[in-house]
């Protein structure tokens, strides 16, 4: 009884945590690490520029011998001034437009967008199926699901920024179908 205190006490003077608390943060680290190890592949696609942040570049797969493959994402603008989304490159295609859809005498038609699209200060501009969107022309090869492309976006004040497109399936629509839609080359 007056041998186990004072080890008790030299024990706690240390500063040595009691086993079961060095096996919690044991895991706790592991865990931590296990987590981070997997969120690049998952979920960290989303790229940054000035103060622009571009949010899940996606494509979708095209049938054997398309010409023509759309490009979306979402762009914020954390800055205080807006900025414009000029041009489009990639490996893929000889060009990428951005294009608007729009509704004609009752008819769905898509038109590219003159002058670049605006980023407004402090809000975001999301391309998607049926809106504005990105249009990949004169594919060189069909994109193929579960890959991912590069691009590279160039903005009026933000300058240029490589991003990946990730490619989805044929069947991905998003808010709006445009399968139909005839582009123009
Ligand atoms: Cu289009």
Request: charged share 25%; glycine share 36%.
């Given at each position: 009884m007056s041998n186990l205190l004072p080890k008790a006490q030299a024990f706690a003077l240390r500063g040595a945590p009691p086993f079961h608390l060095q096996l919690r943060v044991g895991l706790a680290v592991l865990s931590l690490f296990l987590l981070l190890a997997c969120i690049p592949a998952a979920l960290a696609h989303e790229f940054k520029v000035g103060d622009l942040e571009i949010e899940h570049p996606w494509s979708r797969a095209t049938p054997p011998g398309a010409k023509v493959a759309g490009g979306y994402f979402t762009v914020i603008n954390k800055g205080s001034a807006p900025d414009r989304l000029l041009s489009i490159s990639s490996d893929i295609s000889d060009k990428a437009e951005l294009h608007q859809m729009g509704v004609k005498d009752g008819v769905m038609t898509m038109r590219p967008v003159e002058g670049g699209l605006e980023i407004p200060a402090g809000g975001k501009v999301a391309l998607t199926p049926g809106a504005y969107h990105l249009m990949f022309t004169g594919l060189k090869r069909q994109p193929k699901q579960g890959e991912k492309f590069p691009a590279t976006l160039t903005f009026e004040k933000a300058g240029s920024v490589k991003v990946e497109f990730a490619v989805e399936g044929?069947?991905?629509?998003?808010?709006?179908?445009?399968?139909?839609m005839d582009h123009a080359e």
């Open positions: 044929m069947g991905e629509t998003g808010s709006g179908d445009m399968g139909d």
